[in-house]
């Protein structure tokens, strides 16, 4: 079936930038999803690329995806205090339910 | 802005007993989603609703579980009898296209004692 990877924990300084990375394995997916999960809340959709788009920027956040090697990273520029959470990759193919991955723990360091 | 509504955004309860989750979507999404999500995990497809009727159950363990979405608005999810393996929190999302850009309510955290 398919499935989502996502490395657990990655810590950065105040004012560096992030980089979070995703694997996936299923070939057809459409639509990647970033998701943002702060403790005891639920999950706020940050930003999503399309298959056939390679980059996608939003103010401090650039998905890059590499489809050939089946790679999604977001990167975060100026991490602040408060980008510290769970960040969730997931996709879906074709209206099938959504895959996430397990989740990486941003911590941002003063 | 609009925002999917779920309550209680806290439960806690005994082993055996009825429990129930309520949520709203945000107005106009036609799929709603009801999700599962352990600690330490991702959310994971309990069951999805186009307007009132289900189109995806798969995951959901019948047995203890049922959902509802009577007039393809507001739904509930209810779990009986819970059991200490139930923990969890229990997330509702709602979309305009199928599997498409879900929008998330805050989650209902639950405990089983």
């Known amino acids: 079936g398919e499935d989502v990877e996502q490395s657990l924990f990655l810590s950065v300084r105040e004012g560096d930038s992030s980089v979070i990375n995703c694997t996936y394995t299923d070939s057809s997916s459409t639509y990647l999803y970033w998701y943002k999960q702060e403790p005891g809340a639920g999950l706020q959709l940050l930003t999503y690329?399309?298959?056939?788009?390679d980059m996608k920027q939003d103010q401090r956040l650039t998905v890059l995806l590499n489809k050939k090697d089946k790679h999604l990273s977001l990167r975060i520029a100026d991490t602040q205090t408060g980008d510290s959470a769970i960040y969730f990759c997931?996709?879906?193919?074709?209206?099938?339910?959504?895959?996430f991955g397990s989740g990486t723990q941003l911590t941002v360091l003063p | 802005e609009a925002e999917v509504a779920q309550s209680p955004r806290y439960k806690i309860t005994e082993k055996s007993q009825a429990v129930a989750f309520w949520c709203d979507p945000i107005s106009g999404h036609a799929t709603l989603y009801w999700y599962r999500q352990i600690l330490g995990q991702g959310p994971e497809l309990l069951v999805q609703?186009?307007?009132?009727?289900?189109?995806?159950d798969s995951q959901l363990p019948k047995d203890r579980f049922s959902a509802e979405r009577l007039k393809g608005v507001d739904s509930t999810l209810k779990i009986q009898p819970a059991e200490l393996g139930d923990s969890a929190m229990y997330l509702c999302?709602?979309?305009?296209?199928?599997?498409?850009?879900?929008?998330f309510g805050p989650g209902t955290r639950l405990t089983v004692t």
């Open positions: 997931a996709e879906t193919a074709s209206a099938r339910q959504l895959t």
């Open positions: 609703f186009q307007d009132e009727s289900v189109v995806d």
């Open positions: 690329i399309f298959s056939n788009m």
């Open positions: 999302a709602s979309s305009l296209r199928v599997a498409h850009e879900q929008y």
